[in-house]
Structures are given as C-alpha cells and as structure tokens.
C-alpha cells in the first residue's frame, strides 16, 4: 500500500467550528488531492496541490481552504463546519505522469451536526 | 455538471455471472480511463485502465471496452465471484488538467453465491 496517512480518521463536529484535516504521505508524489465521496456523487474534487505551497481549486472547493508547506504534508481546512460539509474524505497522491494513477488514503469520517 | 455518468448506480450478480458497467463523458480532452475498485472502509485502489488509442484491455476477469465515437467505456467483469462485491468507480482525466481524475457516481456489485 502507498505511504498515505489521514488524520484524524473519524470526527465529530458541530456547525459553525473549524475543523482541520491532514494527510501525510511518505511516497515523495509531487501532487496532492482532497476529494469528498458522498452517496450517488462519487467522489468529487474539492483541492489539489502540485508543489510545496502550489494549489489549486477543484470541483466544490467552496468552504475549504487547503495548505502545503511541506511535500509530505496536505492539510484540509473547514473555517466553519456546516451540515453539508458531512462526508467522508479521501486524500489522494500522484506523480502526475501520463498513467494518471491515484493513491488514495482510507479516508476521514466527518460528521457535523 | 456530472461530466462522467455512471450507471447502473447498483448491480447485483450471480457467481458467475458477468457484471457489466457502463460511463459515458462529454468531454473529448479526456484521454485516460481508469476504473478504481473500493471495498468498505478503504479508499478507491487502480483496477483497470485504457487510452482511446485501444478499443479493449484486458486484465484477468476484468475488461474495459471503450468506444470513442460514442464517447462510452464500460468495464465487464467475467467469472464475477462473491470476492468482487465492492463499489466501483470509472473516471477520465485530461492532461490539460493536470491529470486530474473526475469520477462517475459510483456502482455498488453485490455478487451472490
């Protein structure tokens, strides 16, 4: 299994508090993704990371901010926590190359009440 | 805007039997077509992928057929087994976009025995 870490793996939150999650790789993969699955939706793209302090937006990036100061490190960032933001989160890693191969996390569980 | 859609969102399969899976895109920069397998708890892992160059790949029990003009892939998965019961995803990714994947909905295969 690819080096992928996400933490924490379940939480619970109420509406309106920050929440932050992290993903911690030791593959050395140059880009870095957050995607949300949510049932019927599959799994959409909320940030992405193609180098140290490099992002970009994706698909429903509204509510999010991401951060990347280090290689290894994506963090994920809910400012204010809304009911809609219930969901579970998929960390992903690639090299960006032609194969377009992901790896992904097991995920982080996150349910705001 | 779902630019992959997937269907049918779930299938179920008798041992033996060929499950079958279908994803149509609208967008014609796509040029890579994987399919990630995910079994409860875990993240999304590469099944099977294919580039329009070919109209068929296969690996075991699993094939992807793809058809261009018609701007579909489907993923058909011989022999099924109880052991293939998980979610499926198909996806595309451009390379004018980083490579990024954009996934169908999703399709959960129960294989009974």
């Known amino acids: 299994d690819a080096g992928i870490t996400q933490s924490p793996r379940h939480k619970v939150t109420e509406t309106g508090t920050p929440v932050t999650l992290r993903c911690h790789q030791t593959?050395?993969?140059?880009?870095m993704y957050w995607y949300r699955q949510d049932p019927g939706h599959g799994l959409r793209l909320i940030h992405y990371s193609y180098g140290v302090k490099d992002t970009d937006k994706g698909e429903v990036s509204d509510g999010y901010s991401v951060s990347r100061s280090k290689t290894e490190d994506f963090l994920l960032t809910l400012e204010s926590a809304t009911s809609s933001q219930t969901s579970v989160y998929f960390c992903?890693?690639?090299?960006?190359?032609?194969?377009?191969?992901?790896?992904f996390g097991e995920g982080s569980r996150l349910t705001v009440l | 805007q779902q630019q992959v859609k997937q269907s049918p969102q779930s299938l179920i399969v008798q041992k033996g039997g060929i499950s079958i899976i279908n994803c149509a895109y609208e967008?014609?920069?796509?040029?890579?077509f994987p399919w990630y397998q995910q079994f409860p708890g875990k993240g999304p892992a590469l099944l099977i992928a294919i580039r329009p160059d070919v109209s068929e790949k296969k690996e075991g029990r699993f094939t992807i057929s793809f058809n261009k003009s018609a701007k579909q892939f489907s993923l058909h998965i011989m022999d099924s087994q109880p052991g293939d019961s998980a979610t499926y995803f198909c996806?595309?990714?451009?390379?004018?976009?980083?490579?990024?994947?954009?996934f169908g909905g999703g399709t959960r295969l129960m294989v009974k025995p």
């Open positions: 967008n014609t920069a796509f040029d890579y």
């Open positions: 992903a890693i690639g090299q960006g190359s032609l194969t377009g191969e992901l790896f």
């Open positions: 996806a595309a990714s451009s390379p004018n976009a980083g490579n990024m994947l954009t």
């Open positions: 593959e050395n993969h140059r880009y």
